[in-house]
């Protein structure tokens, strides 16, 4: 692991790229005991730029080690965004030996003065484990007479109907293509029409089937990411879709417009493939960032981090089927408990502070209110830079304010608070993981995440609770340091 830091604001426990820039994760999957990390990558600049597949691995999802760049530009474009999997039964054709890796990402050609821009979707397969790979021949699979926006493959096996789904962003909607060899792709629906959120061009769209809790009753589950409009302070964000999948069609259950995330640094995520069976969890990673700002956040040299992985799972809450969100559990090993905190009250009158001094820590605190107005806790970067957490029991609502965290005025729209509409104050619990320039909220039990970048001096000296015209009983904390 990086025990060391470097350079200024690089994480410890995130992936960021040794270099220059990289946006969002690309081509997660499992394959011989590695978890592949593919990314949006401009090896030239820190900025958004020609577009080549970077590549990382990793045993454990937490340290990754940054390979060699896996896919370059060519005559068909530059290397968008899309998937890979494992091609166990070839299918393809591409693996007469043994399984191996097949990526299926769009080529982009940037239009110029008299031709359109231009996006298909390719193949590209691996035979060593994803450390070289070759272009298809026939490349491009699958084309379009007339849309610009055409990207974004995710590719899956559908047991039930025996062939492979593709699901692709289109424009205001995603559709749905099946194929039996990877190769040739036919056209089976489209989804988006007149529901859920069009404030921006859908992008990164994932499918994947879930259980609920424990009931055995599965749903499928449609992430669609969507970018940037200035007409709105959230900029890119993710929502999702809770319903059926039948092979041809999705059909959602929800009207309603569900958000992923209610912070502003999770964006274009996407979940592995090839998890094994035995395993089966559905590990999500997101790109840390929001393209209102991406390009300018204050680092040096490299820019941009994805969200620790998380495990994805689906709870019924009051009616309601929503997507809920756990890191997944090899982080626990990167932690030892440096503190329990049990049965303290807090009133507006005491100072309730705990040192912390890490370069990471984890917080976890379940608080039950008395009869406060406000409360919550304050994150102490360093004495004078901190985020404030702050539940208010009037408005039903927590926000973060990161507007004294260290570095903001990059951008106009960074310092702004983000808010989270809660389903009760009486009791709430808290954890969050803060690393060198990050905070990953995730509130009861990962049912509401708030994924948040801050760009402070040192990660974190100290933490305080804080309650307002009333008191608020803190049931159970506990903080964790780095394990060493
Ligand atoms: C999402 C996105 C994708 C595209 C890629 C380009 O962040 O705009 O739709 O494939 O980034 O880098």
Redesign the pocket.
């Known amino acids: 692991m990086k025990t060391t830091k470097l350079e200024k604001y690089r994480p410890v426990l995130h992936f960021s790229p040794n270099r220059n820039w990289m946006?969002?994760p690309?081509g997660l999957v499992f394959f011989k005991g590695e978890y592949h990390l593919f990314f949006?990558h401009n090896p030239f600049d820190n900025i958004?730029g020609p577009?080549y597949w970077g590549h990382a691995v990793s045993k454990d999802l937490v340290e990754w080690e940054e390979l060699d760049i896996a896919l370059f530009p060519d005559e068909l474009g530059?290397i968008?965004?899309?998937s890979a999997v494992v091609d166990w039964h070839n299918t393809s054709g591409f693996f007469p030996d043994e399984p191996g890796l097949v990526a299926i990402f769009?080529h982009?050609l940037e239009g110029t003065e008299n031709n359109p821009t231009k996006?298909s979707q390719s193949l590209a397969y691996s035979r060593d484990r994803g450390r070289t790979w070759v272009k298809y021949e026939g490349n491009p699979v699958l084309t379009h007479p007339t849309k610009v926006?055409f990207?974004?493959p995710k590719v899956f096996w559908h047991e039930a109907s025996n062939k492979w789904m593709m699901v692709l962003?289109t424009g205001q909607t995603v559709s749905f293509y099946s194929s039996p060899n990877l190769k040739e792709w036919k056209f089976e629906s489209e989804f988006g029409d007149g529901i859920g959120s069009h404030d921006g061009?859908w992008?990164?769209p994932d499918l994947f089937e879930l259980s609920i809790d424990n009931s055995g009753i599965k749903k499928w589950v449609l992430l669609v990411?969507i970018?940037d409009n200035p007409r709105f302070d959230s900029g890119?964000r993710t929502q999702y879709f809770v319903g059926s999948f039948d092979g041809n069609q999705f059909v959602a259950e929800n009207n309603d417009i569900k958000w992923l995330d209610f912070g502003k640094d999770n964006?274009?995520g996407v979940s592995f493939s090839d998890i094994p069976q035995a395993d089966g969890r559905r590990i999500y990673i997101g790109?840390m960032s929001n393209?209102r700002y991406a390009n300018h956040v204050p680092t040096e040299g490299w820019r941009s981090q994805m969200t620790l992985p998380r495990e994805l799972m689906l709870r019924k809450v009051d009616g309601d089927t929503i997507v809920v969100q756990k890191v997944v559990g090899e982080l626990n090993s990167y932690f030892s408990k440096q503190e329990e905190l049990n049965g303290v009250t807090i009133s507006g009158e005491m100072d309730n502070s705990y040192e912390v001094d890490a370069d990471y820590a984890e917080v976890e605190l379940t608080l039950e209110n008395v009869n406060a107005s406000q409360y919550g806790l304050t994150i102490w970067h360093t004495k004078t830079q901190f985020t404030t957490i702050t539940i208010d029991t009037n408005e039903n609502r927590l926000s973060l304010d990161r507007k004294n965290s260290g570095k903001v005025d990059f951008s106009d729209n960074f310092p702004k608070t983000q808010t989270v509409n809660l389903k009760g104050t009486i009791r709430i619990q808290l954890r969050i993981i803060i690393d060198t320039s990050s905070l990953e909220l995730f509130i009861n039990d990962g049912e509401q995440a708030l994924t948040s970048l801050v760009y402070p001096d040192k990660a974190c000296e100290g933490i305080s609770l804080f309650a307002v015209k009333g008191n608020v009983n803190l049931v159970h904390g506990k903080i964790s340091v780095p394990s060493n």
Do not use: K, P
Request: with cysteine; glycine share 8%.
């Open positions: 946006n969002d690309n949006q958004h577009m530059t968008f965004s899309g769009t982009h996006q926006d990207r974004d962003a061009v992008e990164c990411s970018g890119s964006y274009a790109w393209w």
